[in-house]
């Protein structure tokens, strides 16, 4: 909280929010340990059991996946699940908890910072965090050899551009919920069926042509695909231009009622 | 002190009063049956991801000399994670948030139950639950074409027992959490026995030394047993299984008595 | 209920030192003390939740230790905090903790009904216990020790956070109670509750009982029959305690007044004035066991 009471000649030259980020930064500088083995540990675990275990019998039974072996396949698409489910956990309970419980976001906007800083703060934070993780996550399965372009360079944006794809419309769902109740629902029937069915594990050429469509309405969809696509130099131009642009919609839009959601709880 | 739950000939064990403890736990928990119903969702979900990708990606698999289908082979194993899971985590979360937020227990204490019905109430309860959605499991896994034998029916009893021995573990692991950021400690050790324990694959695909490990793993018995069940092989190393996940139970029970007489009545 | 030598020891810190002390059935019995002085731990030993580390207890004739489950099951405790179940409705939570007697079903509805009446509470039965204020809170708390119909009542300062009004409804319940044979145990920080509600009490600080009677008795073995206070300009550093030493048994001198302990004000104002000191205001009162606790435990702060 130091942070967000500082008051100083300083803060002229700077914008609000950029005390938002520093005050998120803080927080995580308190509690970092556990969350370090959660970001780069767990999909390394991940990589090695489902990669290594169950691509071996894959490639026994059916070989190449789209031309990779399943390890390489799946690799882009576990960056894009832990750029999302880190961001998502970052902006359900905690968020709930500075509103509602332990109510750091009230003591915030008695401060010069407005409830669009604390919002903005929030998303370009989960921006540069996995900006970072992405980045490690990447130079790891390139050591694994499953990025085989130039193009992965590309990986920590896209990562960043998937938590705040995400970010940004939950902290507008936040904003207005009541009851962590409605969190667990949330995560049962849309974050956990998102991670199941976008084909993360599987390529959606899996699915019936019939309901191809619905794998493509889920949004983590279109970070898997990123991911493969950047990883791999693979795609059309104008696919990877949609696959983008949905990600950035969903970032518009998410500020522009995550902002206002947020002020009318706070402020108003 | 009557009627008396014996656990095993030597050891008596809290009393019927226990069962209060689950009385409550159901009246506090009446309110949540929304969040209750939305779990019976998640193994139609696990199963139907698995039945429409990997499935056929993997093929059919050896085991035991049947050969089976990769679904029919990683459902049990999917039962026993949920079992571990729901065992753990419910012991965990609710029991630390009672213990050491809202003070639940403080109140029952001066009535006639003491702390072990206060820790048994609480086992009763996670086999309640884990025996609700092991069966909700168990009907996706028929509905859906996994499940490798009529016999799957016992894989009812053996997710309770892994629901056993991984709620009494937790329930004594709690103790030991100070915070809510402890808490990261418990993805740790439940993640990797979720990845390592032959639930996705047969323990032949692990490097010889890591499968020496992983045989011990409690995760690896359970799966392993609750496969056979489902399959309808069976075989006396069963029986150690059962011996294992029951001790294990027991011991993180009497290890959790201990450590609440410690936390409650000091 | 009878203690010898009652120790506890959490860790190297002695909470309770060896105390001694008996109740007989239907006495109601105080314990006061600062706060950190060992009330709450001698409750929690009393009430057979908590072992004691040494010293023998027995309550109705048993041994808590063993038969831990019997003696609470005629046991009310209020604890000092109220812990209810939040979550719960007003009514559940009766209902819930009249379970846990053994009680059947229709017998803890009907105690609930009855007690929710005494709690002013009907009308808030099925409402959320969080949405209840802090003083509702406490008689439900209240209500919930009295769902067993206990023959001792263990109450750890139970009128703290209780408006006047819901004070004298409840002094008035716990006389009722009292009439009708039910043993009280009591702690309080309010001397006057003390002196109303008890029949005898012992003060304890540092773990120890210091003294041990009943509210007048301690009164006139600690303190004198009356108390003059006297207040004096505030430009006056130095009251003149020389002069005044002298007309009092004993003498207490506070930031802005001095206090003379005497056996008649009147007489000793008259000699004050006699000796020439002319103090701003001057008031006689009687002796109350708050001069007593406050001689006994010393004015400050504890914690």
Redesign the interface.
Known sequence: MTLLATKGTSTRFRPTWWRAVLYEAEFYSK?WR??V??SFL?PI??L???GL??G???S???GL?EGHT?SHFIAPGLLAITAMQLSVGECMWPVLASIKWVRTYHAAVATPLEPDDLVDGKVLWLAGRLFVTTAVYAVIITCFGATTSWTALFLPFIGALIAVAFAAPLMAFSSRVESD?TF??LF??AI??ML??SAT??PVS??PVGIRWMVQLMPLYHGVALCRAAAFGSGSLLAIATHAAVLIVMTVVGLFFGRRNLRRRLVD | ?NSVLRVTPSLSFG?R?SL?IL??NI??YK??W??FV??F??PL??L??LG???N????H?DVGGQSVS?AAFVAPGMLATSSMNGGVIDSIYNVFFKLKV???Y?????????VNDVALGEVWWSLTRGALYATSFIICMALLGDAGSPWVILCLPGAVLTSFAFACVGLAACTYMRSW?DF??V??VT??LF??SAT??PLS??PTWLASIVIFSPLYQSATLLRGLSLGSFSWVMLVHVAYLFVMGLVGLSVAARRFQRI??? | MHARQLTKD?GTFRAVNGISFDIPRGESFGFLGPNGAGKTSTM?MV?A???PTSGELSIFGLDPHHD???I??R?G?V?Q?D??????TVL?NL???G????LSRSVVRERAKELLEFAKLTERANDKCDNLSGGMKRRLTIA?SLL?QPELLILDEPTTGLDPQARHLLWERLYRLKSDGVTLVITTHYMDEAEQLCDRLVVMDHGDIVAEGAPRALITQHSTREVLELRFPSDVTTPPVDMLAPLAERLEVLPDRVLLYVHDGDDTLRAVHAAGVTPVSALVRRSTLEDVFLRLTGRTLVD
């Open positions: 509690t556990a969350s083995i959660s767990f675990l991940y090695s059991a489902m275990g169950v071996h019998l894959v026994a039974h059916t996946i399943y109740v667990t629902m049962r029937f956990v069926p199941l069915f594990f599987y899996q699915y | 002190m009393s009063r209060y009385e409550r009246m506090a309110r949540q929304p969040v939305s779990g969702f998640e979900f696990y139907l991801s429409i990708g990997l056929s990606l993997v093929g698999l990769y809202s003070h639940v403080e109140p029952v204490l001066s009535t006639p139950l003491d950021q990261d400690t993805t740790l993640l990797p990845l390592f996705f694959f695909l692990y409650l009545a000091p | 959490f929690r009430s939740v908590a072992r831990g489950p019997a609470r099951a046991l405790v604890p905090e812990t209810l179940e939040l979550e719960l559940d209902l819930m903790f379970r846990y007697f053994d919930r067993n």
